[in-house]
C-alpha cells in the first residue's frame, strides 16, 4: 500500500492489479495513481472504464498500450458536470439542452473542442471536437471530483474482448497492466453510451446505446468522430512519407530513437512518449514551412503498432 503523499514509479505499477472496494480511502489511492501518470479502472453506470487524466499526453497514451488498442480512436472525456464540460466544449443550444436532459446518464455529446481545453491531442486523435460525458455513477463522479480534473476512459478491457460489467472482468485482461480496480459492483446499464454529435446545428447518432435521442439522424461517411467507428483519423494536408532515416529535399523530419528530425517522437525510442507527441509533432509538421513530411521508422511492436497504423492512414491517397 502507498504511504499518503507518496508517488507511484512505473516499474511499481507494473508488477500487480489490486482490485479494491469502493470506498473514500480507495479513491484517495486511486486519485494519487492518476496525479502520478497512471491508470484506474472504475465503474460507471454503463461499463467499467479505464480512467487517465485527459490532460497528460503520456497517461492518455499509457490507456492505449494497456488495451493493446489497435488504433488512436478519439476517446470520451469524462467531467462532473455541465458547467465543466463547457470549459472543454462549445455547446450549441442543442447540445446543451441534451446535456440538460440526460445528463448525468449514458449519453456521450460530441461538441467543437474549445482551443483553450488543454485536453491532450492523442484524446482527440487530432480531431476539432471532442466527446463527452458527464457520468451518473457515484464511484466514477467521487473520482472525478477527487482529481478536479477531466478523465479519459474508454472502456476497461483489452482491445477485441468483451466489455467489462464487472471487476472481475476488468481483471481477467487488463490484470497486471493497470495498479487499481476500483470494485463497485456490477454496471446497471451494461453497454456503452449512446454518442450524438451535436455540430453544425444537426443532431447524427454516431453510436446506439442505452437510450435513444429524438431527432438525431444516424450519421452517414466514414470519417470518424468517435470511439466505435471504423474509418480513418485526422491527416496532415501535406504528402507524408514514412520510415525515413533523412530528409530530402524540402521536408520536415519528424525523428524517432537514433534518427534525428526537426523533432522528435521521441530521442530516447521510448513508444509511450512517442505516442504521447505523435498528433502534436504532425500538426507542428503540417505548419512548418516544408512542404513534405517525412516520419522515422517505428518499431511495429506493441504501442509501436498503434503508431504506425496512424502513420498509414496519414500517408495514404487522398
Given at each position: 500500500m502507498?504511504k499518503p503523499?507518496?508517488?507511484?514509479?512505473?516499474?511499481?505499477?507494473?508488477?500487480?492489479?489490486?482490485?479494491?472496494?469502493?470506498?473514500?480511502?480507495?479513491?484517495?489511492?486511486?486519485?494519487?495513481?492518476?496525479?502520478?501518470?497512471?491508470?484506474?479502472?472504475?465503474?460507471?453506470?454503463?461499463?467499467?472504464?479505464?480512467?487517465?487524466?485527459a490532460?497528460?499526453a503520456?497517461?492518455?497514451?499509457?490507456?492505449?498500450?494497456a488495451?493493446?488498442r489497435?488504433?488512436?480512436?478519439?476517446?470520451?472525456?469524462?467531467?462532473?458536470?455541465?458547467?465543466?464540460?463547457?470549459r472543454?466544449?462549445?455547446?450549441?443550444?442543442?447540445a446543451?439542452?441534451?446535456?440538460?436532459?440526460?445528463?448525468?446518464?449514458?449519453?456521450t455529446?460530441?461538441?467543437?473542442?474549445r482551443?483553450d481545453?488543454?485536453?491532450?491531442?492523442?484524446?482527440?486523435?487530432?480531431?476539432?471536437?471532442?466527446?463527452?460525458?458527464?457520468?451518473?455513477h457515484?464511484?466514477?463522479?467521487?473520482?472525478l471530483?477527487a482529481?478536479?480534473r477531466?478523465?479519459?476512459?474508454?472502456?476497461a478491457?483489452?482491445?477485441?474482448?468483451i466489455?467489462p460489467t464487472k471487476?472481475?472482468?476488468?481483471a481477467k485482461?487488463?490484470?497486471?497492466?493497470?495498479?487499481?480496480?476500483?470494485?463497485?459492483?456490477p454496471?446497471?446499464?451494461?453497454?456503452?453510451s449512446t454518442?450524438?454529435?451535436a455540430?453544425?446545428?444537426?443532431?447524427?447518432?454516431?453510436?446506439?446505446g442505452?437510450i435513444?435521442?429524438?431527432?438525431?439522424?444516424?450519421?452517414a461517411?466514414?470519417?470518424?468522430?468517435?470511439?466505435?467507428?471504423?474509418?480513418?483519423?485526422?491527416?496532415?494536408s501535406?504528402?507524408?512519407?514514412?520510415?525515413?532515416v533523412?530528409?530530402?529535399?524540402?521536408?520536415f523530419?519528424?525523428?524517432?530513437g537514433e534518427?534525428?528530425?526537426a523533432m522528435?517522437?521521441?530521442?530516447?525510442?521510448?513508444?509511450?512518449e512517442?505516442a504521447?507527441?505523435?498528433?502534436?509533432?504532425?500538426?507542428?509538421?503540417d505548419?512548418?514551412a516544408?512542404?513534405?513530411?517525412?516520419?522515422?521508422?517505428?518499431?511495429?511492436?506493441g504501442?509501436?503498432?498503434?503508431?504506425n497504423?496512424r502513420?498509414?492512414?496519414?500517408?495514404a491517397p487522398?
Amino acid at each position: 500500500m502507498l504511504k499518503p503523499g507518496g508517488r507511484y514509479s512505473p516499474a511499481a505499477v507494473a508488477e500487480t492489479t489490486r482490485i479494491l472496494p469502493y470506498d473514500a480511502e480507495t479513491i484517495a489511492e486511486a486519485v494519487r495513481l492518476i496525479e502520478s501518470g497512471h491508470l484506474v479502472a472504475v465503474a460507471t453506470e454503463t461499463v467499467y472504464g479505464l480512467a487517465a487524466d485527459a490532460t497528460n499526453a503520456e497517461a492518455v497514451a499509457r490507456i492505449y498500450e494497456a488495451k493493446g488498442r489497435p488504433s488512436f480512436n478519439p476517446l470520451i472525456v469524462h467531467v462532473p458536470d455541465l458547467k465543466t464540460a463547457e470549459r472543454i466544449g462549445e455547446f450549441g443550444s442543442g447540445a446543451r439542452s441534451l446535456a440538460q436532459v440526460h445528463w448525468p446518464g449514458p449519453l456521450t455529446l460530441v461538441v467543437p473542442l474549445r482551443g483553450d481545453a488543454g485536453i491532450a491531442g492523442l484524446v482527440t486523435a487530432g480531431l476539432s471536437t471532442i466527446a463527452i460525458r458527464v457520468p451518473a455513477h457515484p464511484a466514477m463522479q467521487a473520482l472525478l471530483r477527487a482529481t478536479d480534473r477531466p478523465l479519459a476512459a474508454p472502456s476497461a478491457n483489452a482491445s477485441g474482448s468483451i466489455s467489462p460489467t464487472k471487476a472481475e472482468h476488468v481483471a481477467k485482461t487488463l490484470g497486471g497492466r493497470i495498479p487499481l480496480i476500483i470494485d463497485a459492483g456490477p454496471t446497471e446499464r451494461g453497454l456503452e453510451s449512446t454518442i450524438v454529435a451535436a455540430t453544425d446545428g444537426r443532431l447524427r447518432l454516431l453510436r446506439r446505446g442505452p437510450i435513444e435521442v429524438a431527432g438525431a439522424i444516424e450519421a452517414a461517411g466514414t470519417s470518424i468522430e468517435a470511439p466505435g467507428q471504423l474509418a480513418s483519423h485526422y491527416a496532415p494536408s501535406k504528402p507524408l512519407r514514412l520510415n525515413a532515416v533523412e530528409a530530402q529535399a524540402d521536408e520536415f523530419l519528424i525523428g524517432f530513437g537514433e534518427v534525428d528530425g526537426a523533432m522528435s517522437l521521441s530521442p530516447s525510442g521510448t513508444l509511450v512518449e512517442a505516442a504521447a507527441r505523435l498528433f502534436e509533432l504532425l500538426h507542428a509538421a503540417d505548419e512548418s514551412a516544408e512542404s513534405r513530411i517525412a516520419v522515422a521508422p517505428v518499431p511495429d511492436h506493441g504501442l509501436g503498432a498503434a503508431i504506425n497504423d496512424r502513420l498509414r492512414r496519414a500517408a495514404a491517397p487522398r
